[in-house]
């Protein structure tokens, strides 16, 4: 059943939108503490305090690799690739996100923040082998 990957899925949209609001917090916080003001930042963004600029960075980096994730889930759907398997590494990736924004947008210890990203990556290649094998 194809539900098994809209789960998943759900939750990584429910997860960028989480991040969204981190970055909505600390760019409001910014302002509401004077440490910005719109001209300072209505042309470029590196005025913002590092919290709000990690926040941003995290963003950005939802439209990264989770594209390739949601295009997976999509192929893996359209061919059948619908395994418990394949839910478990989707819900793996998703893992890896959630992590990968608490370690960014927290400590930001880029050892720990790149291992986590890599973890992710070596999942959604896990999760194409899958799509490839439905295929053959």
């Known amino acids: 059943m194809t539900l098994k990957l809209v789960y998943p899925a759900l939750a990584m949209v429910l997860w960028i939108f989480v991040v969204l609001t981190i970055l909505f ?12 003001t719109i001209a300072d930042v209505s042309v470029s963004t590196t005025a913002y305090p590092e919290p709000a ?22 192929l893996a759907m359209e061919v059948g690739a619908t395994s418990y398997v394949m ?3 989707a819900w793996a990736y998703v893992a890896t996100r ?14 720990l923040r790149g291992s986590v990203f890599a973890l992710g990556i070596l ?11 439905a295929v053959l």
Do not use: Y
């Open 123 to 133: 999942v959604l290649l896990c999760m194409w082998i899958g799509v490839v094998l």
């Open 53 to 74: 600029r990690l926040a941003a960075a995290n963003f950005t980096n939802q439209f990264e690799t989770p594209v390739v994730f949601f295009a997976l889930i999509m």
């Open 98 to 111: 959630v992590v990968h924004t608490l370690v960014h947008v927290g400590a930001n210890q880029l050892k």
């Open 87 to 89: 839910a478990g590494l």
């Open 25 to 36: 917090l600390r760019r409001k916080a910014a302002f509401d503490s004077k440490q910005v």
